[in-house]
């Protein structure tokens, strides 16, 4: 069992930045990979972001590529996404989820096994 808990959102005029942290409890975070997802009022869950378990490969939506940087620290259990150049359209309550690694595309919302309870990010413009 794994649990995420997601912090650092708030309220930031587009052009900001602000930095994302999940924490993770378990002994095995080192075995998941690790993904940020975003959700919009009246919009689906959409992916953001993931880095392999093996923190060697990270995958980015084109939306936010080159804007946002993914990344965890094992010895701390936790997952990071630093968020620049921040516009009205990233407005959405971010989730960090976890997915055993060679399980699935990391695309894909059902692939992952756990989620953190979501932080909300509001850019003004």
């Known amino acids: 069992q794994v649990q995420l808990v997601e912090s650092g959102g708030g309220l930031v005029q587009a052009g900001g930045s602000l930095r994302l942290s999940c924490a993770a409890s378990?002994?095995?975070?080192?075995?998941?990979?690790m993904s940020w997802f975003r959700q919009a009022p009246g919009k689906e869950r959409e992916f953001v972001a993931a880095i392999s378990w093996s923190d060697v490969n990270t995958y980015y939506a084109d939306s936010v590529k080159g804007r946002f940087t993914i990344s965890r620290d094992n010895a701390k259990n936790t997952v990071y996404l630093q968020m620049n150049s921040l516009k009205p359209e990233d407005t959405a309550v971010y989730y960090c989820?976890?997915?055993?690694?060679?399980?699935?595309?990391?695309?894909?919302?059902?692939?992952?096994?756990?989620w953190g309870q979501g932080t909300q990010v509001t850019v003004s413009s």
């Open positions: 378990g002994r095995t975070f080192s075995t998941y990979d």
């Open positions: 989820a976890a997915k055993r690694a060679f399980t699935g595309s990391y695309y894909y919302a059902q692939n992952y096994d756990y």
